[in-house]
């Protein structure tokens, strides 16, 4: 009777256990299991979304990438 008194316990602490992490990291639990389900999605395409954050806000005075590295190149200084 003790053995199964003992398995009984153990069950229930790890089930409490498992509740008591899915409250507290709910937050981190929701973004990982959705990036999970995005990346195993075979419509998505993560071109399509990070297009739009790539783009310059006003391209007339955005510079070319080449011209943005050597410029930012050049102010490093050494001591």
Do not use: F, H
Not at 36 to 52: C, T
Request: hydrophobic letters at 45%; aromatic letters at 2%; glycine letters at 6%.
């Amino acid at each position: 009777m003790g053995a199964i008194t003992s398995a009984v316990i153990a069950v229930v602490g790890v089930i409490l256990g498992w509740i008591t992490i899915e409250i507290a990291c709910k937050p981190c639990l929701e973004k990982g299991r959705q990036a999970i389900d995005r990346n195993l999605d075979p419509d998505y395409d993560p071109d399509e979304q990070d297009a739009a954050i790539r783009a310059p806000l006003n391209p007339a005075t955005a510079e070319p990438p080449s011209a943005a590295a050597a410029a930012s190149s050049a102010t490093v200084k050494s001591v």
